[in-house]
């Protein structure tokens, strides 16, 4: 790493390449862009695009308010409340101790065992998601699950047969995704605290605490804070487990999608999953404004 | 360990001139001693983590092997080993849905690769203007959700089948767009830790082309990235229900939950199989990134 660094002190402005460059190969630059902005209209904005007409769209294709107004009603309202408070609890206990494992594995030998196995099962927990899920922790937490029989054989604690259809029995389940997720998005900025300055710290006298209040600290408190949003809004969007978990009812917003796309096909009101699709997409899209806002932040000090 | 000592030893030679100074001396006695302190903090939070990790997949162990009456019985994890002991029409969807999986995990990751580092690169050196909005555009499937896309795939997907087929293969494309954020991700922080402008301007100086510059300088020095992005998008893909089950296409995931309505002991196996699978993956891909990095 330090050789690259070496040239870059050296000259602070590289001399000879800017002579290639101008306005004559603007265009040409753009061009190198075109597949990734066409795949990405067609993938990722077009199905936006439907989804935001569509929610104002009444079955014949005119305009209307109906599918915003019915979102008023209690049901789509406490599933939000729901989706809002798991998906926080969720982000802050995850980034917490997924943050704690992502700098305790920095500190040991960097190409060891312990952090390639890590880093490994991290990257297949994140996705962990969806159904498979949901049978690990019925298998451990439901009725006949394996900590369920030895809490009510050794304690004689009795989880309630119901309790991973509940809020808080979402809680361990989504933070099995959230950790891992947590470890890999982190891991990165953790590395690029270097043990030199630490030292450097340590040669000028400062003690611990100096160093994370003055040097670790503002360095990862930019990437922590835009990791805690970017779990929200894994937390808040994630559907297949709580899918699995819960088929009586839908407790949380992505559920609540699922019921109105559902009764879409059937006769229920036309566009109403479009409307809920785009509340989601408001509410992530505050965080997301403000990770951007963390973003600047974090960039001006790598530069 | 060994490689802790490495990277002291020249940091104490090159202090020892500078004797006097107290924190030259008692500088390295302070770092044995946060070192034991740091490797006692490490075993105890990963033993604590690890409990956590490994209860459940213990217990679905336990599930599988585990008749209701509390007899234990081997039956599911036969049918795990010769799927000629499922019902015919389970195993039929299970084996299409496996196959499904694995070429979506492919395409996913060739598409993701071919589009996203070559522009990445592109853009932090050529159009520094651009990356705001590549950014966004990368970051935007967090906004908008699988469970949310899903109802705007819907037409696209009746027109795909409508013009050229149904084959689950076409969900490739979907899952293209769903592993940007993370791979936008994994890959800003492999661009970021070096600096590549200076790098391809100190190449394109020396005379090489921008497929020089891209092949032989940004990519060996993101590999590490490169690898991370590409276990997330197979762990990604390996694991996506939403979106398969909702446009009625067939994967890995779909068929097992399809599967486990009937038959829970197996189903459950069955993911602790795939689970095993796409870890010992994982962990031998991981094991690729490091020496190419040891190397450099």
Request: aromatic fraction near 10%; charged fraction near 10%.
């Amino acid at each position: 790493m330090s050789a690259p660094a070496a040239p870059v002190a050296a000259t602070p402005t590289p001399a000879p390449a800017p002579t290639g460059r101008g306005g004559r190969r603007r265009g040409s630059a753009f061009v190198g862009t075109v597949p990734f902005l066409l795949y990405t209209g067609l993938f990722l904005l077009l199905p936006t695009a439907i989804i935001l007409i569509g929610s104002f769209q009444d079955g014949s294709g005119g305009f209307t308010l109906a599918n915003i107004k019915a979102m008023g009603d209690p049901a789509t309202m406490d599933a939000l409340w729901n989706s809002v408070v798991l998906s926080l609890v969720t982000a802050v206990v995850g980034a917490v101790i997924g943050g704690v494992l992502a700098y305790v594995l920095t500190t040991g030998a960097p190409g060891g065992a312990l952090r390639r196995l890590v880093t490994a099962a991290c990257s297949v927990l994140a996705q962990f998601g969806g159904a498979l899920l949901a049978f690990a922790f019925i298998a451990t937490l439901g009725t006949n699950g394996l900590v369920t029989r030895a809490l009510a054989s050794s304690l004689g604690i009795t989880i309630d047969p119901n309790y991973l259809s509940t809020l808080s029995g979402f809680i361990p389940v989504y933070l099995y995704f959230q950790i891992p997720l947590m470890v890999i998005v982190f891991l990165p900025a953790v590395d690029g605290i270097r043990p030199q300055w630490r030292e450097a710290c340590e040669t000028l006298g400062g003690s611990t605490w100096a160093f994370w209040r003055h040097v670790g600290g503002p360095l990862l408190l930019p990437p922590f804070l835009g990791s805690v949003l970017l779990l929200f809004a894994n937390a808040f969007s994630a559907y297949a487990t709580a899918a699995t978990l819960v088929s009586q009812y839908n407790p949380l917003i992505a559920l609540q999608i699922r019921g109105a796309l559902i009764s879409e096909t059937g006769l229920g009101a036309p566009n109403f999953a479009k409307a809920l699709a785009l509340l989601m997409v408001l509410v992530v899209g505050v965080m997301m404004a403000l990770y951007y806002l963390l973003q600047r932040r974090a960039s001006r000090w790598l530069r | 360990m060994a490689e802790m000592t490495g990277t002291s030893a020249p940091l104490v030679q090159a202090e020892s001139p500078l004797a006097p100074l107290r924190p030259a001396r008692s500088g390295p006695r302070l770092r044995a001693a946060r070192r034991r302190r740091q490797a006692a903090i490490r075993w105890v939070v990963v033993v604590l983590v690890l409990a956590f990790f490994v209860t459940p997949m213990v217990s679905m162990v336990d599930f599988t092997t585990r008749l209701l009456s509390g007899k234990r019985s081997g039956i599911a994890w036969r049918k795990v080993v010769d799927f000629g002991q499922l019902d015919p029409q389970a195993k039929d969807l299970l084996v299409d849905g496996l196959r499904t999986s694995l070429i979506l995990a492919v395409l996913t990751v060739v598409i993701m690769v071919v589009l996203l580092v070559p522009t990445m690169t592109w853009v932090r050196l050529r159009l520094p203007g651009m990356t705001r909005t590549i950014e966004f555009i990368c970051l935007l499937p967090l906004i908008i959700p699988a469970i949310v896309l899903v109802v705007g795939y819907y037409p696209i997907y009746r027109f795909i089948g409508q013009h050229f087929s149904t084959s689950s293969v076409w969900l490739a494309l979907a899952y293209g767009v769903l592993v940007l954020p993370y791979a936008y991700r994994a890959l800003d922080a492999g661009l970021s830790a070096i600096d590549v402008k200076t790098m391809s301007e100190a190449a394109r100086s020396l005379g090489s082309s921008w497929a020089g510059v891209m092949w032989r300088i940004v990519v060996p020095n993101i590999a590490t990235a490169i690898a991370g992005a590409a276990f997330l998008s197979v762990a990604l893909v390996l694991g996506e229900f939403t979106v398969a089950s909702l446009l009625s296409k067939n994967n890995l995931q779909t068929s097992l939950v399809l599967v486990s309505s009937a038959d829970p002991r197996f189903a459950t196996a069955m993911s602790l199989v795939v689970l095993l699978l796409a870890f010992l993956l994982l962990f031998v891909l991981t094991f690729v990134g490091n020496r190419r990095r040891a190397r450099r």
